[in-house]
């Protein structure tokens, strides 16, 4: 059975950063595509970061481009997301997402993803 427990949230004041985590167990390999997701409240989950394991491609959404950065330990079969120059609006629950099947291209569509970890949350205060 597959598990996604997500790790590595906390509240951090603006301008700082955190890195959080995503181990996966009960896999036998590697998934295809992974991304972190977040949702602020009163917010619809957004796909922020998505990396193709294969070939480590990344994409980013514009909000967090240049900013964080997504990798995986493919040893470990740990996702992670290092989250720099923080700001108040990155305040939310952040979602690791998993999926197994060979697509053209990994997109930010939660629809995409049927294996999700329970979220960590983030808080940035100004």
């Known amino acids: 059975q597959v598990q996604l427990v997500e790790s590595g949230g906390g509240s951090v004041q603006a301008g700082g950063s955190l890195r959080l985590s995503c181990a996966a167990s009960?896999?036998?390999?590697?998934?295809?595509?992974m991304g972190w997701f977040r949702q602020a409240p009163g917010k619809e989950r957004e796909g922020i970061a998505m990396i193709t394991i294969g070939d480590g491609s990344t994409a980013y959404a514009d909000s967090v481009k240049g900013r964080f950065t997504i990798y995986r330990d493919n040893v470990k079969n740990t996702l992670y997301l290092q989250m720099n120059s923080l700001k108040p609006e990155d305040t939310a629950m952040y979602y690791c997402?998993?999926?197994?099947?060979?697509?053209?291209?990994?997109?930010?569509?939660?629809?995409?993803?049927?294996?999700w970890g329970q979220g960590t949350q983030v808080t940035v205060s100004s």
């Open positions: 997402a998993a999926d197994w099947a060979v697509v053209a291209l990994c997109r930010a569509r939660q629809n995409d993803y049927p294996y």
């Open positions: 009960g896999i036998t390999y590697s998934p295809y595509c």
